[in-house]
């Protein structure tokens, strides 16, 4: 499935950039989600034109129907990578997972554009989910959490960058 997801965020494009890097960030998001556990910093750096990040997610809902037999909500977890270009304001972003490395594949796009002050986050890629009988319900599941979470995520940094001195 092809996607694009765009959120605004009420902070200024370099706010955003800098608190992509910042464990402090990540810390704050706690458990604003209900299907998310609060996500984990791995690494984050930034230098000469580049961030590079690598968060933890781990799904904390309950699967049912066809797709509890084949998949156990304790083993999905994943970490997305992303590559973020400071100059050209783009980057790209990969979805890694922990476990059934071989059922999900995600790739994408990352790009941020200011906006009266105000960032304009679009990610933009492909999902594919490889299971039997359920791939396309668990697409569609997979991305509804995915945007949901984007969501929560861009309130959260506009709260973040709000308590940020300048």
């Keep these: 499935m092809q996607f694009t997801v765009t959120e605004q965020i009420a902070a200024r494009r370099h706010d955003v950039v800098r608190a992509l890097a910042d464990p402090g960030y990540y810390a704050s998001l706690g458990d604003a989600s209900m299907s998310v556990r609060a996500p984990e910093l791995l690494s ?3 230098e000469a034109g580049s961030v590079q990040v690598r968060v933890r997610y781990a799904f904390a809902g309950t699967i049912t129907g066809p797709a509890a037999l084949v998949v156990d909500a304790d083993k999905l977890s994943w970490v997305i990578e992303t590559d973020y270009d400071t100059t050209t304001h783009a980057g790209t972003l990969v979805v890694v997972p922990d476990h059934y490395q071989g059922m999900l594949r995600c790739r994408g796009t ?13 990610v933009a890629g492909r999902l594919e989910v490889k ?3 359920v791939s396309g319900a668990a697409e569609k599941a997979i991305f509804g959490g995915f945007t949901r979470q984007l969501g929560l995520e861009a309130t959260a940094m506009a709260a973040w960058c709000a308590r940020q001195p300048e």
Aim: without cysteine; negative net charge.
């Design 44 to 46: 984050a750096s930034a």
């Design 110 to 122: 990352l790009a941020l554009t200011e906006s009266g002050g105000a960032t304009v986050e679009t």
């Design 131 to 133: 299971v039997p009988l």
